[in-house]
């Protein structure tokens, strides 16, 4: 694999480690389920993000940057992540948040006031003669345009900026999930564990790309599927699609991908991004108390509602090998309400 010429700082220790869920298998009555803990990365509590920071943020050294500019929700781990890792290399970071200042300070906001970031909000247009979809244009140009304006701030008092685009999804930062397809490989490989499946979360795309770009390349039969916490899969088929090609580009390398190949689940979404649903809630739950591992609303717990649904409509088989990517987000638990709710009422029955 030819990700080693490009450069690339250290942020964690690598391998993550990969565990097996037995007990989460046994109560589904499903396939055997391991995780690959892509949480346990560190910086700022961890999550996927630090695999693509490490080549984002050394792109950013080369060019002298002494500061970091990105953006997010008011929830964002992605944001999180990149404040933290910034810190660690003792850069500067800035926020955009696309979205109004909260009431209240919670979950990953906390976390990126602790670290120090400079955080900034972009309340939502509320013109209500405009169509929703002007409305999300006009957003996104307001988003882009206060990103400018404070890098030209930090221009100004002398600070090199560097732009990090939203989930950190562009190329370069999706060569970490190239890398973690091989890292993958040799960990099942040593333990001569035979995998069928490989299943991760899907907002931007830059995880799943990578992780079905490495698999292509290394030639392997692991389906990778990935479970849409954003879109409608037909929206983000083309975009898994084009990221994958774009990485394969970069690398110089020639990878013939097929939409056909592409294999998103969109019916775990819920009502939109952001919103938990029952079923990811207590697949939070079940996840919790069987096996001690702890998920979150946005993302992997959705991911995980994705994994036992397929178990039981017997996608997923008895005899299949299940990998679940961890891929982190457990801050954006301690400020979601339906899921204290789900515990409040499940402590009620048990009374
Ligand atoms: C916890 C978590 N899981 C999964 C994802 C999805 O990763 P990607 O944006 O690369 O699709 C994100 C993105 O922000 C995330 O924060």
């Known amino acids: ?6 450069p690339r700082i250290k942020l964690t220790d690598l391998p993550t480690p990969l565990e097996e869920m037995p007990r989460l298998t046994e109560v589904i009555g499903g396939p ?45 781990n992605h944001g999180r992540i990149t404040i933290g890792t910034s810190a660690k290399l003792g850069m500067k970071s800035s926020l955009v948040v696309m979205g109004a200042e909260p009431p209240t300070i ?27 979809y002007d409305r999300w244009a006009k957003d996104l140009n307001n988003v882009e345009n206060k990103v400018e304006a404070v890098a030209e701030n ?59 770009l490495g698999m292509k390349l290394l030639n392997s039969n692991i389906k990778v599927i990935g479970i849409s916490v954003t879109a409608k899969d037909y929206m983000l088929a083309p975009m898994v699609l084009f990221e994958s090609s774009e990485v394969a580009k970069l690398l110089g390398v020639k990878a013939e991908i097929k939409e056909e190949e592409v294999t998103i689940y969109d019916q775990y979404l819920g009502q939109a991004y952001g919103h938990p649903t ?12 069987n096996e001690g591992l702890i998920l979150d609303p946005v993302y992997t717990g959705k991911v995980m509602a994705g994994i036992i649904d397929l ?41």
């Open 154 to 212: 930090l221009r100004k008092k002398g600070e090199i900026p560097y732009i990090i685009k939203l989930g950190g999804t562009e190329p370069l930062g999706s060569l970490g999930y190239v890398n973690a397809a091989v890292e993958l490989l040799n960990q099942l490989n040593e333990r001569q564990i035979k995998a069928d499946y490989l299943v991760c979360g899907i907002g931007t795309g830059g995880t799943m790309s990578g992780l079905f």
């Open 278 to 289: 029952q079923d990811g809630a207590e697949a939070i739950l079940l996840t919790a108390r």
């Open 311 to 351: 178990s039981r409509k017997g996608q997923f088989t008895r005899e299949d090998t299940v990998v679940f990517v961890h891929t982190g987000g457990v801050p954006g638990l301690f400020a979601d309400e339906q899921v204290k709710a789900l515990v409040k009422n499940s402590l009620r029955n048990k009374n």
């Open 32 to 76: 055997r389920l391991l995780v690959k803990r892509d949480d346990l990365t560190g910086a700022g509590l961890g999550g996927n993000k630090v695999r693509k920071l490490e080549f984002l943020l050394a792109d950013a050294r080369k060019k002298g940057a002494t500061a970091v500019i990105t953006t997010g929700g008011p929830q964002t």
């Open 106 to 132: 919670s979950g990953n906001l906390l976390v990126d006031y602790l670290m120090g970031a400079d955080v900034h909000f972009v309340p939502p247009v509320q013109d209500e003669s405009m169509s929703g």
């Open 1 to 6: 694999m030819q990700t080693g010429k490009f």
